[in-house]
């Protein structure tokens, strides 16, 4: 059974950092591609980086680029998010998330897998 469980959120004030963690287990063979998603309340989830198994490259929504970093540790099956000079408008339920179709990695719909969320807030 795949499950994906993230850490690192919390509370911070404007120009700070957080490090999100998820950590994946099971059969995760089968994902095409991850990605981290967030959703703030009364707004759809939308894509906020993401990447492709089998391809060296990390994808950005242009608003987060510069100041979020994607990175992977094969070994313990954890992708991160470096999350650098947050802003109040960051402050969102952020989601890890795994898909097992090809297809771009931006659309949440197109996800199979998600883990249980981790709040980031981020004050002015």
């Known amino acids: 059974q795949v499950q994906l469980v993230e850490s690192g959120g919390g509370s911070v004030q404007a120009g700070g950092s957080l490090r999100l963690a998820c950590v994946t287990s099971?059969?995760?063979?089968?994902?095409?591609?991850m990605g981290w998603f967030r959703q703030a309340p009364g707004k759809e989830r939308e894509g906020v980086a993401g990447?492709?198994?089998?391809?060296?490259?990390?994808f950005y929504r242009d608003s987060v680029r510069g100041r979020f970093t994607l990175s992977q540790d094969n070994a313990k099956k954890t992708v991160y998010l470096q999350m650098n000079s947050l802003k109040p408008e960051d402050t969102a339920m952020y989601y890890c998330?795994?898909?097992?179709?090809?297809?771009?990695?931006?659309?949440?719909?197109?996800?199979?897998?998600w883990g249980q969320g981790t709040q980031v807030t981020v004050s002015s």
């Open positions: 990447f492709y198994i089998y391809q060296n490259e990390y």
């Open positions: 998330a795994a898909k097992t179709t090809v297809g771009s990695w931006y659309w949440a719909q197109t996800y199979d897998y």
């Open positions: 099971g059969y995760t063979d089968s994902f095409k591609a």
